[in-house]
C-alpha cells in the first residue's frame, strides 16, 4: 500500500490550500483517512480524521479547515481556509486499513509542507 500527498504549498495568511491524499494497492477496505501535522520542534499533531460515519477536527482548525472522503478513489481531501502562520507545518495523510497480518495498520505519506506567510 502506497500513500501520496499532494496539494502543498506556500501561501498569505488568510488564504487557502486543498491538499490532497490517495492510497493505492491492494486494499480491500480503508477504516479510517485523516491529516496530521508536524512543525519544526514540535511533535506530530493530529489536524483532522474521518471515517464512513464520522469527523474529528482540532480545536486549533475547527471551522477553518474541511475533511472529505473519496471513498470510490481511496482519496481524502483536506480543505484549509482562513490560513495562519501557525498552520505551517508538514502535513501527513494516514489510512488506517484493516490487514490480515497486524489487524488495522497505519499506513502514512511522506508528508507536504505547507508555509503560511505573515
Known amino acids: 500500500v502506497q500513500v501520496v500527498e499532494s496539494g502543498g504549498g506556500l501561501v498569505q495568511a488568510g488564504g487557502s490550500l486543498r491538499l490532497s491524499c490517495a492510497a493505492s494497492?491492494?486494499?480491500?477496505?480503508?477504516?479510517?483517512m485523516g491529516w496530521y501535522r508536524q512543525a519544526p520542534g514540535k511533535q506530530r499533531e493530529l489536524v483532522a480524521t474521518?471515517?464512513?460515519?464520522?469527523?474529528n477536527y482540532a480545536d486549533s482548525v475547527k471551522d477553518r479547515f474541511t475533511i472529505s472522503r473519496d471513498n470510490a478513489k481511496n482519496t481524502v481531501y483536506l480543505q484549509m481556509n482562513s490560513l495562519k502562520p501557525e498552520d505551517t507545518a508538514v502535513y501527513y495523510c494516514?489510512?488506517?486499513?484493516?490487514?490480515?497480518?497486524?489487524?488495522?495498520?497505519?499506513?502514512w505519506g511522506q508528508g507536504t509542507q505547507v508555509t503560511v506567510s505573515s
Open positions: 494516514n489510512a488506517r486499513i484493516p490487514t490480515a497480518r497486524w489487524g488495522l495498520y497505519d499506513y
Open positions: 494497492g491492494t486494499i480491500f477496505s480503508i477504516n479510517a
Open positions: 474521518i471515517t464512513s460515519s464520522t469527523t
